[in-house]
């Protein structure tokens, strides 16, 4: 069984490394658009917050496989192809991902009971200092367990890049059926690879946790 | 209206804000303008990649693919309500013996991506020859990890109600069974129900993995009908049509949600039940916290 390994390392490695480049870049990516579009959702501008809804709404109740089918396929027609493969899985990864960080984002800040920034803003802060020394940093604790939540979920669903030509971990099983290797042990194996990503994020989320937590 | 951010605007932030809603509508209005454009200078308005959808042939096969996905969704629904029920019981059994294999498999299930669960089934029929269809490969992964969710969810709802109704129930001197059979289940349920359809949201998305396993739902006949020569590879009008048909799906499985949540939330405020659980609970911090993904 460990022969299936150690045999086929190239393919393994390089098929978790290139997992490991389009969950570390989608996750800073969709972390910035999600956040931004988070702030359009708590917005005092009815338009900004139409966009951030009507965003929202439509990416969360699209499959992440047709966000990809679309980048994939459907962009091409239209000339707007993304550079290389890669960054197309990584476009479609963090529209995808965005929704659901603007999601925790906005539930974060709504969280905080207005009388905090009132009392705030009573004492002459700006806005600017409102929103980094007193909003912020109560919203943080409500938003790090389920944006370790929403990262984690990240991480599991690159596997569907495997479906489009990127060889990442989940594309590793159609080359090992190539080599003829036994398809099962393969995916125990990259089973067990999955679960050494995961579990350190699920501890880093807990650590998280307890340290936000209010004492 | 004061929010957490924004103070109510005086008149100079009012006339701000109607100005920057205006420079966002017209920033808006230019980006549709532009898309609808590069869609037009592609030719993606040409006749003949929509005629295609006024065949009836064409119509059925969409709706083929449509049934396929609502075939894998409905059964696998079912299954992964029957497991998470099994596991969630088995969860909060006395038995250490049962709560402690049950946890681990549920905790398994929700690491795996479900792609990788899909190709245990597929993979293992070529292997094995079970004469399993890829259908099968699509429910059965979508039963473990949506069942494994559920337990979760149950179980977190079962937890949700106040302790003294277990306690007065152990009181009167009902059994363990009859407690949650007849005291806990019938108040968590209701505070269950919308973590319950936001489930079957994600599950009815995820039928769309089994495009990769060659399974013939929604996404895969799509792409088969955008791959055609004969109407100028029409891949953007038939994931347009794609597109609408899940999202149209969904959402109502979303506004039905909303509105039971809603609506025990309302009822709480009349009898003191459970406050509604939204999303699969993120107890343990699990990875399948990402559920709702």
Not at chain 1, 28 to 36: A, E, F, K, N, P
Not at chain 1, 49 to 76: D, E, H, M, S
Not at chain 1, 109 to 123: C, D, K, L, Y
Not at chain 2, 34 to 50: A, D, K, P, S, T
Request: glycine fraction near 8%.
């Amino acid at each position: 069984m460990l022969s299936v390994l150690t045999d086929n390392w190239d393919l393994f490695r390089d098929g978790f490394w290139l997992t490991i480049r389009l969950f570390l870049v989608s996750a800073v990516l969709s972390l910035v658009l999600g956040t931004i579009l988070g702030a359009f959702r708590v917005s005092p501008v009815p338009a900004l917050r139409a966009v951030g809804t009507g965003y929202v709404n439509t990416l969360r109740n699209t499959p992440l496989t047709l966000v990809f089918a679309f980048l994939f396929f459907g962009a091409a027609k239209m000339q707007l192809a993304l550079p290389s493969p890669f960054w197309t899985g990584v476009g479609a990864l963090t529209i995808y991902t965005s929704a659901f960080v603007c999601e925790v984002v906005r539930s974060g800040i709504n969280t905080i009971s207005p009388g905090q920034s009132e009392a705030a803003r009573a004492v002459g802060m700006t806005f600017i200092q409102v929103l980094t020394l007193i909003v912020l940093p109560q919203a943080f604790r409500a938003i790090v367990p389920p944006l370790s939540s929403v990262f984690i979920a990240l991480l599991k669903n690159t596997t569907i890049a495997a479906g489009f030509s990127l060889a990442e971990a989940g594309a590793i099983p159609a080359a090992m059926s190539e080599r003829g290797e036994n398809q099962l042990i393969t995916l125990v194996w990259i089973t067990i690879g999955f679960l050494i990503l995961i579990v350190p994020l699920i501890f880093l989320q807990r650590w998280a946790e307890r340290r936000t937590a209010v004492a | 209206m004061s929010s957490v951010l924004y103070e109510v605007p005086g008149p100079k932030g009012r006339v701000r804000n109607r100005v920057s809603n205006i420079v966002v509508v017209i920033l808006l209005a230019g980006a549709v303008a532009w898309l609808i454009h590069r869609l037009y200078v592609n030719g993606q308005f040409e006749g003949r990649l929509w005629r295609q959808f006024e065949y009836a042939a064409i119509q059925r096969e969409i709706l083929k693919g449509l049934l396929n996905t609502l075939r894998a969704a409905g059964l696998a629904a079912v299954l992964a309500l029957l497991f998470g029920a099994v596991f969630a019981a088995a969860r909060i059994s006395d038995h250490k013996w049962v709560r402690v294999p049950a946890t681990y498999v549920v905790e398994l299930f929700r690491a795996i991506p479900l792609l990788i669960l899909m190709f245990f089934f597929y993979y293992a029929n070529i292997q094995f020859q079970w004469g399993l269809t890829p259908f099968w490969a699509v429910v059965f992964g979508l039963t473990l990890y949506n069942g494994s969710v559920l337990a979760e969810i149950f179980r977190a709802g079962i937890a949700a109600v106040p302790k003294g109704q277990r306690e007065a129930a152990y009181a009167t001197g009902l059994r363990k069974n009859q407690v949650v059979r007849l005291v806990l289940l019938p108040q968590a349920i209701s505070a269950m129900l919308p973590a319950i359809v936001s489930q079957m949201v994600v599950l009815l998305k995820d039928t769309a993995l089994g495009f990769i396993i060659t399974y013939a739902e929604l996404l895969y006949v799509a792409k088969q009908m955008g791959g055609r020569l004969t109407y100028g590879f029409p891949y953007i009008p038939t994931y347009i049509v794609t597109a609408v048909i899940y999202i149209g799906l969904c959402s109502l499985l979303s506004v039905l949600a909303r509105y039971l949540e809603g609506r025990s939330r309302r009822r709480r405020k009349v009898t003191g039940a459970p406050a509604p659980i939204t999303k699969a609970p993120d107890l343990g911090a699990g990875p399948g916290g990402g559920a709702s993904l």
